[in-house]
């Protein structure tokens, strides 16, 4: 214990073990104390401007309208409702965004390495360009080719027959709704249950008996296949409901406000040349050798792709997409700037309305943390699942 | 003559015209294969459809200098919207007269900025003289002594607007991320749980949360009869947001100086704060430079969303342009510039962030 006795015999600030837990208790003090010294403020100066606490304000009417939702609201209504309106609104673009993104990306992505000179610096000059503008100038620029450049709904544009730009929006046609609709999404999910399950059992015979099973071919087969035949069982309903020209403004049909469009176009374009950027760096890890490698055992060019190649390119594409996803979210926040109503931009006119600006902000802050930590949570599984396995 | 012969066997067997030269080359990057044809004729076409009417609109048909009146009977690009504004938009509300105040700081900024560009110059003397340069630019901005009438904070705008607050908000943020990126590597439970969570809730939130914070809550996070002016509380909250991302780009550096490091300083008696100073923190922030410079261009990019707390920064100044109704209608030429603006700083920025990088996997 020669340690310990000579640990006595030092003062307790030369040891490093008492140092660290003194300092530790001295951090501790100086945070607590800060917090106390700004709560104490606070408490004052709400006692004096005489604002309300707490989140009781959520169950009172709101008394605004939003421009857009996708569940039934009316100025009637209360915050809560406006701010899952809100929320719904974020999650929308959100998840739009993010399919989109990822389909540009990975086109630009490719492009940036094709052997053509041409395609190659094409997708280069696009990916300098839009990372090194601003995505809140790209929205405000968005949007004032919506208001400015596009022409009024009597003289909108018609690029496709059926929908229609102009500067109320972008007018699309939906399917009328058709009791087949219910059944064809049944026959959906069926089919992907059923490719799932088959996968399984053919990877099981597979490892036993080494035989291989046409697993593609049947589960395209089983999750197209499936919903077209009940579509035509039904007699093959495709009425569609077309927007139409009526007075000042479109009916029928369904209508992307120029807001939603600014801000989708925005956030697309502008994160799609981050996500270029991530494929282009993952298929280019993947060395030659293992393409030539996993040809030279006899694998087909498809088996080749996903067996060898996509597996490896994932592993190191996946992480950085996905913290790219989570900026198309936190960017999305912008919206506040050009009056999509979302989330930020919900919370924003309850703290003008209520004047409780720190609960508002603390709501905008654990939605946006929320959607962080899920993004973070699913990372991990992920990095865990695909880990390189040594030895 | 050995050579003679040489030349004479290479003359023989010279490569067909057609793999050659500007043929060879057009053929191997442009037509190689049906699909790479296809690819680049579709592409042509579309330059084509894109390019020439792009190009009328924004040489040919535009107006550079006219009035407001001249651009409406043009159908090409306004570029006089930028011309006849110029100086409200780079400068903002600054007084008119002492507009050469900003220009001169600027153009100090971007001199030292020019001349510390090469690694080898970055001395302890040109740290002083950094701090020398930021100090009489803001003597320059705010005046008030030297015979410099006071210009308060409120008038500031426009690029030196968004150039204060990108290149202070990271001069500050620096240490703060190192501190941060040091207690998330601490052995201290703590010490190391309050940096996680720092640098989680920041990065987990977008920024315009901050900048909300900053300017409608901080003012009641201080004692009454306190104000502090609404420029200075935004410059916080991007300091606050910067420094949790640049602790983890500084983090990822201390990860990649290995043990024997740690351990050699430990050996030859020097404590903590003499380990990170003299051995640890040099090597590990050498190796960080280039995502740091990214770090600073996203920075930069960020400032633009002090627009929607209502600073007038450059691009809030262009808007105030455009809601003259003189000017009504012209986005698209005032954002265009604005976006050059933006593009030349952070491009330059991106390419000295390459070059240093060869530069570092050199030595």
Redesign the interface.
């Known amino acids: 214990m020669a340690n310990t006795g000579s640990s006595e015999n030092v003062p307790f600030w030369f040891d490093p073990k008492k140092r660290?837990i003194g300092?530790?208790?001295l951090?501790?003090c100086m945070?607590g104390l800060l917090s106390w010294y700004?709560i104490s403020?606070?408490l004052?100066?709400?006692e004096?401007q005489s604002i309300a606490t707490g989140f009781g304000f959520l169950k009172k009417e709101a008394a605004f309208e939003i421009g857009e939702s996708l569940i039934s609201y009316s100025a009637a209504d209360t915050y809560a409702r406006a701010l899952v309106v809100g929320a719904l609104n974020t999650v929308k673009v959100a998840f739009i965004g993010i399919v989109l993104t990822i389909v540009l990306g990975t086109v630009i992505g490719i492009a940036r390495l094709?052997?053509?000179?041409?395609?190659s610096r094409?997708a280069g000059a696009y990916i300098?360009?839009m990372?090194?503008?601003?995505?809140?100038?790209?929205l405000?620029?968005w949007y004032?080719?919506f208001?400015?450049?596009l022409p009024a709904p009597r003289l909108a544009l018609n690029p496709v027959p059926g929908v229609f730009l102009c500067n109320r929006g972008v007018m699309l046609p939906v399917l009328e709704s058709h009791p087949a609709h219910f059944y064809i999404l049944l026959a959906f999910v069926l089919g992907i249950v059923f490719s799932v399950y088959l996968k399984r059992w053919a990877k099981k015979r597979r490892d036993a008996t080494g035989k291989p099973f046409p697993v593609f071919t049947l589960s395209a087969f089983m999750v197209l296949g499936l919903p077209i035949m009940v579509w035509l069982g039904f007699g093959m309903p495709v009425k569609m409901d077309v927007p139409r020209l009526s007075g000042f403004n479109f009916e029928g049909g369904t209508t992307l406000s120029p807001e939603f469009m600014a801000l989708l176009m925005g956030l697309v374009l502008y994160t799609a040349a981050f996500v270029a950027e991530v494929v282009r760096a993952g298929i280019q890890s993947v060395g030659k050798g293992q393409r030539e490698a996993a040809m030279s055992i006899g694998l087909k060019g498809g088996q080749v792709l996903t067996l060898v190649i996509l597996p490896q390119a994932l592993r190191v594409i996946v992480p950085p997409l996905t913290s790219q996803m989570l900026n198309l979210t936190?960017?999305s926040?912008?919206a506040?700037?050009i009056g999509y109503p979302d989330f930020?931009s919900v919370a924003?006119t309850t703290?003008n309305q209520t004047g409780q600006?720190?609960e508002?902000?603390a709501l905008?802050?654990i939605v946006?943390?929320f959607?962080?930590?899920a993004t973070s949570a699913f990372m991990n599984w992920y990095n865990r699942r695909v880990a390189l396995v040594e030895r | 003559m050995p050579s003679a012969i040489l030349q004479n066997h290479e003359a023989e067997i010279r490569p067909p015209v057609t793999s050659v030269g500007v043929i060879g080359w057009v053929k191997q990057n442009l037509f190689d294969g049906w699909f790479n044809t296809l690819l680049t004729l579709v592409t042509v076409y579309f330059l084509y459809r894109i390019g020439p009417p792009l190009f009328r609109w924004m040489f040919m048909d535009s107006v550079w200098f006219g009035p407001a009146s001249e651009c409406n009977q043009n159908p090409g690009a306004c570029w006089s919207i930028i011309s006849s504004n110029f100086r409200f938009i780079l400068f903002g509300f600054y007084p008119y007269d002492q507009q050469w105040r900003p220009l001169l700081a600027m153009l100090i900024l971007f001199g030292f900025l020019y001349y510390s560009r090469d690694r080898r110059r970055w001395t302890k003397r040109l740290g002083y003289a950094w701090i020398i340069g930021l100090s009489a630019m803001g003597i320059l901005m705010r005046g008030g002594i030297l015979g410099l009438s006071a210009v308060e904070s409120s008038q500031w705008g426009g690029l030196p607007l968004t150039l204060i607050l990108s290149v202070f908000g990271l001069t500050a943020a620096y240490p703060l991320g190192i501190f941060l990126a040091l207690g998330r590597r601490s052995k201290m439970p703590i010490i190391k749980s309050l940096s996680v969570v720092y640098i989680e809730l920041i990065r987990g939130v977008p920024l315009i949360s901050l900048l909300f914070m900053g300017s409608i809550i901080f003012p009641l996070f201080l004692p009454e009869g306190i104000t502090i002016n609404k420029i200075l509380r935004a410059q916080v909250a991007i300091i606050l947001f910067t420094a949790a991302y640049i602790a983890e780009v500084v983090r990822g550096g201390l990860q990649g100086i290995p043990r024997g490091q740690y351990e050699a300083a430990e050996s030859i008696g020097l404590n903590y704060y003499l380990t990170m100073r003299l051995v640890i923190l040099p090597q590990a922030l050498k190796i960080v430079i280039p995502p740091t410079v990214s770090i600073l261009i996203s920075a930069f990019k960020d400032t633009s969303l002090v627009v929607i707390i209502a600073l007038f920064d450059l691009l809030k100044t262009t808007q105030s342009v455009l809601s003259n109704p003189e000017w009504m209608g012209f986005s698209k030429e005032a954002y265009i510039f604005i976006a050059l603006l933006y593009f030349l700083g952070c491009f330059s920025m991106a390419n000295y962030s390459r070059k240093l990088e060869r530069e570092l996997s050199r030595d």
């Open positions: 660290s300092a530790q208790i951090a501790l945070v700004l403020n606070v004052h100066n709400l004096k094709s052997k053509n000179w041409l395609v094409l300098e360009v990372q090194d503008i601003p995505v809140l100038l790209q405000f620029f004032a080719v208001y400015e450049s936190k960017n926040s912008l506040v700037a930020v924003n703290i600006s720190i508002g902000v905008i802050m946006y943390l959607f962080s930590l």
